[in-house]
């Protein structure tokens, strides 16, 4: 399977940290160019042009989409990976908490692709990888505005798919499970977490821990993908977590 030739400008929200950062370092080294927004500036990756925002502040991002278009006039891909970290119960998230968590997740990633279709030429391609999570389908201690913008994020993923199927747009979800970030490697597989180690054996049935490098994979396959027959789909990368209900693992030895 050949790679495309003509894909060369990646967008990646949330590049300079976590997954999103793991992701454009990896793509940088396939020589893709990429054009990373976060509030944060991504120092370690070559190949790569900081666009400093903060995502929840959507009239800093329609400034920044300009700017962008002004320089590029074409994206390739699109890679909605942006997330904000919050662990609040439910009954403690307040307005704030609840906005903020929308527009990084879900908002912003709507107006950013929107305005990309709008500036993207009949004939060019243009391929949109929405980093989603089973939380968008299970309850987890995630917030519950992160599982509402997740499950919101897959939807407006099939919006994009239908309605982009005649204008040579790819839309694809990854939703991911328990995945280890480079960051968290040498706490997550330390002999000492045996016992952390074993659950997560337990909840994900394959007996393996998912990382950030099949993620990446993921992604290379995609973007190397020529035939549109997979648009619209969603791609679980979460080692079998979603596959089996929750009373049979209370039982697995």
């Known amino acids: 399977m050949r790679r495309l030739k003509k894909i060369k400008n990646i ?34 990756t070559k190949n790569l042009i900081n666009f400093q925002c903060d995502l929840a502040d959507l009239s800093s991002l329609e400034n920044t989409i300009r700017d962008i278009l002004s320089k590029y006039k074409k994206i390739d891909c699109i890679i909605n990976n942006a997330r904000l970290n919050s662990k609040k119960k439910v009954l403690n998230e307040n307005i704030n908490d609840w906005c903020n968590q929308i527009n990084v997740n879900l908002t912003s990633h709507f107006f950013i692709t929107q305005e990309i279709i709008k500036k993207k030429s009949q004939k060019d391609t243009l391929i949109i990888l929405n980093i989603s999570s089973i939380a968008s389908n299970l309850i987890t201690k995630e917030t519950c505005s992160y599982h509402v913008s997740k499950a919101g994020l897959e939807q407006m993923g099939r919006f994009f798919a239908y309605h ?5 747009i790819k839309v694809y979800n990854l939703k991911l499970g328990f995945i280890a970030q480079k960051r968290y490697k040498k706490k997550i597989f330390s002999l000492k977490n045996k016992i952390y180690l074993n659950k997560i054996n337990l909840y994900q049935n394959s007996g393996k821990v998912i990382q950030v490098g099949d993620l990446q994979e993921t992604i290379l396959f995609l973007l190397k993908n020529n035939n549109s027959i997979l648009t619209g789909n969603t791609f679980y990368l979460d080692g079998g977590a979603s596959l089996v209900e929750p009373f049979y693992l209370l039982n697995k030895k």
């Open 164 to 168: 982009g199927v005649k204008r040579k």
């Open 11 to 44: 967008l990646i929200t949330g590049a300079a940290s976590g997954i999103g950062k793991e992701v454009s370092y990896f793509l940088s080294k396939k020589n893709y160019r990429i054009i990373s927004i976060d509030k944060d500036k991504n120092k370690n």
